[in-house]
Nanobody, 117 residues
Framework: QVQLVESGGGLVQAGGSLRLSCIASGIIFGVDAMGWYRQAPGKRRELVATRTSYGTTNYADSVKGRFTISGDNTKYTVYLQMNSLKPEDTAVYYC???????????WGKGTLVTVSS
C-alpha cells in the first residue's frame, strides 16, 4: 500500500515561512516525479511545484521566486520551502508522486497552510 505523509503545515502571518515535508512508502516501481499541489476552498486543485526523477523543477507562476522544491525521488522524499507567504497561499497542500512509466498518481492526505493578513 502506497502512502504519502505530509507534515509542516500550520498558521503563519503574511511574510512568514513554512517548510513542508513529504515521505512516501510502499512505492516499488519508482517514480517519474514528485511534487506539491494545493486546493483552496471552492477552488480547483492546482500545481504548485514538481520535481522530476532527473531533478528538473517546475513552478506555478504565482510561487516563483518564493517557493523552492527539493528532495530525492529515489528516496521518495520531497520538501517545499515556502517564503514570503501571502494570504492567497492559504490552501490544503497535497504531496503527489507519479508512478514510473504509467502516469498513475499517488496522493497524500494533505496538510493545511493558513496565512493570515
Amino acid at each position: 500500500q502506497v502512502q504519502l505523509v505530509e507534515s509542516g503545515g500550520g498558521l503563519v502571518q503574511a511574510g512568514g515561512s513554512l517548510r513542508l515535508s513529504c515521505i512516501a512508502s510502499g512505492i516499488i516501481f519508482g517514480v517519474d516525479a514528485m511534487g506539491w499541489y494545493r486546493q483552496a476552498p471552492g477552488k480547483r486543485r492546482e500545481l504548485v511545484a514538481t520535481r522530476t526523477s532527473y531533478g528538473t523543477t517546475n513552478y506555478a507562476d504565482s510561487v516563483k521566486g518564493r517557493f523552492t522544491i527539493s528532495g530525492d525521488n529515489t528516496k521518495y522524499t520531497v520538501y517545499l520551502q515556502m517564503n514570503s507567504l501571502k494570504p492567497e497561499d492559504t490552501a490544503v497542500y497535497y504531496c503527489n508522486a507519479v508512478r514510473r512509466g504509467s502516469g498513475m498518481d499517488y496522493w497524500g492526505k494533505g496538510t493545511l497552510v493558513t496565512v493570515s493578513s
